[in-house]
């Protein structure tokens, strides 16, 4: 098992930034990706960017340019640096990590997440 601590959520005017940070503990060995998805209201849960253990990554179109993922692999922590914020990135964010090959084989369903932290952008 895999647990995921999140933290750094808040409310921020548009144009701001957060950070959001991810601690994994437990069976982390197992894990390859670390990542961050969204979820607004009457929305389904989307990828925001994801980053591989060997530091391959994947934005989501709407937050190039914008957003920054990071991770420490030694400390099994990922950062979301998230800047000019937009009320469009209003959701709960959720921290996810899987293993690839498990992912392939069974979808998502094995995957991890973490409790989810509230963003929040007032225009």
């Known amino acids: 098992q895999v647990q995921l601590v999140e933290s750094g959520g808040g409310l921020v005017q548009a144009g701001g930034s957060l950070r959001l940070s991810c601690a994994a503990s437990g069976s982390i060995f197992s894990i390859n990706v670390l990542g961050w998805y969204r979820q607004a209201p009457g929305k389904q849960r989307e990828l925001v960017a994801d980053i591989t253990r060997g530091g391959s990554i994947n934005y989501a179109d709407s937050v190039k340019g914008r957003f920054t993922i990071s991770r420490v692999n030694a400390q099994s922590t990922v950062y979301l640096q998230m800047n000019s914020l937009k009320p469009e990135d209003t959701a709960v964010y959720y921290c996810?990590?899987?293993?690839?090959?498990?992912?392939?084989?069974?979808?998502?369903?094995?995957?991890?997440w973490g409790q989810g932290t509230q963003v929040t952008v007032s225009s």
């Open positions: 996810n990590a899987y293993n690839a090959a498990i992912r392939g084989a069974y979808g998502t369903v094995r995957d991890y």
